[in-house]
């Protein structure tokens, strides 16, 4: 099988290129980008294709009803939607086959995958960049400005765009980086169990990063997808006129109370060392079963894993953790229990009031000041509560003890400053000793003590022998090392 046959074997997967050659003859026809999109019936659109030594070029083949025409001096391909979705073998997707020749007869083709989108969303229009983007309607084709520093105006030199890690090889499609600097992709329909598209995007998190020339990472952006917009859905505002997510970061929905592992699962979010912008990996099980990690990709659908470091003068900085945003940085006896190597910095996340430059929460939202959880308790209803039942909820009702509403936080646990694994949760009492997630940390974005180099964190945790009452602590000193949960709260 010649390399142009293997082409059209695997279309459905979207080849950017290809090359035949023959008695030394070559010739080379590729797309810079591997998808094409309109956003109605009948429209079209012209994307450019790269050509090297190639006298002829065709379109051999156009599914779904859709037509194409290419003009090689100006090396573009132009595709249209059929009129209507009525029309005969009308698609919402297509797949374009270009064939070229050189002048001496070798041959090459490229593959480009043309969708009908339902609208195309500049995700930082108007000033909203961020670290973090929500995505939550499928079938569209986002964008945002991937030349500056989050919420900031601060240029990037970005030359190239890509995924470090993603929860879900088909999360994000088609990623490019355009000539205006905006960084675009595509986001398609989660599948039911029988692999038929629902009408629900993929529940899922991705990280995006700008490159520069030589290849470093620039700036990263998590795209947190979930199919319902944790910034609309289910939001509360405590009896303190705190408005807070109903979820975690990161996270795909609340489980309120749920004893469905896919639901408790589902209430993890994503943790993050204290005053890092990037995001450390979910568990794989609802149980934390063997501490494992969640399964996550790269753009070729490899295995991206944590790595870990200790915290020296090269690593323990804040641009050593903006180039290696999957690098948890474990800390030593000389930072007693900080990430950061030879100083402190209590504003890493903004104590002082304003949102910081590494605050990871989406546009509008920011990590919880110090006293945000101050009004909620573990009431005396589910302080009593049978403790077999108590240990199936994977998590606590918090009550707002002014209002008496009530809010589930999952107990998550958290990473170890010590070595960065998911640890130091509360443990089943029956050898082998397995963690549980029934101890929840979740930061607030002030410093802890003034001699030690900790943060404040609300906690709680399930006492598993019944000795003591179970423990609640809205402002908790913690290592900031250890990355632990965030709860996302609205600007005011």
């Not at 020339?213 to 405590?238: C, F, M, Q």
Request: proline share 4%; glycine share 8%.
């Amino acid at each position: 099988m010649n390399m142009f046959s293997k082409i059209l074997a695997v279309a459905g997967v979207v080849l950017l290129s290809a090359v035949s050659c023959k008695n030394e003859d070559s010739c080379k026809v590729s797309f810079p980008v591997a998808g094409a999109f309109v956003n109605d019936w009948g429209e079209s659109t012209t994307v450019k294709f790269n050509a090297v030594n190639v006298s002829s070029i065709s379109v051999t083949s156009v599914t779904g009803g859709w037509t194409a025409e290419v003009d090689l001096p100006s090396r573009t391909l132009t595709v249209t939607a059929p009129e209507s979705e009525n029309a005969e073998d009308a698609a919402r997707t297509a797949n374009v086959t270009l064939s070229a020749k050189s002048p001496k007869g070798a041959s090459a083709g490229a593959v480009l995958v043309a969708y009908i989108v339902d609208a195309t969303v500049d995700l930082s229009a108007d000033g909203s960049q961020s670290n973090c983007y929500v995505v939550s309607q499928p079938n569209m084709k986002y964008r945002f400005n991937a030349k500056v520093k989050g919420e900031t105006s601060e240029p990037l030199a970005t030359s190239k765009i890509g995924i470090v890690w993603q929860s879900d090889d088909e999360l994000i499609k088609y990623l490019n980086l355009d000539e205006d600097g905006y960084a675009n992709f595509y986001m398609g329909y989660a599948e039911d169990e029988d692999g038929n598209d629902t009408t629900d995007i993929i529940d899922g998190n991705a990280l995006l990063a700008a490159y520069d020339e030589a290849g470093n990472i620039l700036w990263s952006w998590h795209i947190w997808s979930a199919s319902k917009d944790p910034r609309t859905d289910g939001v509360a505002t405590y009896s303190n006129g705190v408005t807070f997510m109903d979820r975690n970061l990161g996270a795909y929905a609340n489980p309120n109370g749920s004893t469905e592992t896919d639901e408790i699962w589902d209430g993890y979010g994503l943790y993050y060392q204290w005053g890092r912008k990037d995001p450390f990996l979910r568990p794989e099980y609802y149980d934390c079963a063997r501490n494992a990690d969640e399964t996550v990709y790269d753009a070729d659908g490899s295995y991206v894993y944590v790595s870990y470091t200790a915290s020296t003068a090269e690593t323990g900085t804040i641009e050593y953790t903006i180039k290696n945003p999957t690098t948890f940085i474990t800390t030593t006896s000389e930072n007693n229990g900080d990430w950061l190597y030879g100083t402190r910095n209590d504003d890493l996340w903004g104590a002082g009031g304003e949102k910081s430059l590494y605050d990871p929460c989406p546009k509008g939202w920011r990590v919880p000041a110090k006293n945000d959880f101050a009004v909620l308790d573990i009431a005396e209803a589910e302080d009593n509560m049978d403790l077999e039942e108590a240990k199936k909820l994977y998590g606590w009702q918090l009550t707002d003890m002014a209002s008496g509403q009530k809010h589930f936080y999952p107990g998550s646990g958290y990473r170890s400053y010590f070595d960065g694994i998911l640890s130091n949760m509360n443990y089943k009492d029956e050898y082998p000793y397995t963690p549980m997630p029934w101890v929840g940390y979740y930061w607030t974005n002030a410093a802890g003590s003034a001699t030690a180099t900790k943060a404040n964190a609300m906690f709680f945790d399930l006492n598993t022998s019944r000795a003591v009452i179970n423990a609640f602590n809205a402002t908790s000193d913690q290592y900031r090392a250890n990355a632990m949960q965030v709860r996302c709260v609205k600007e005011q």
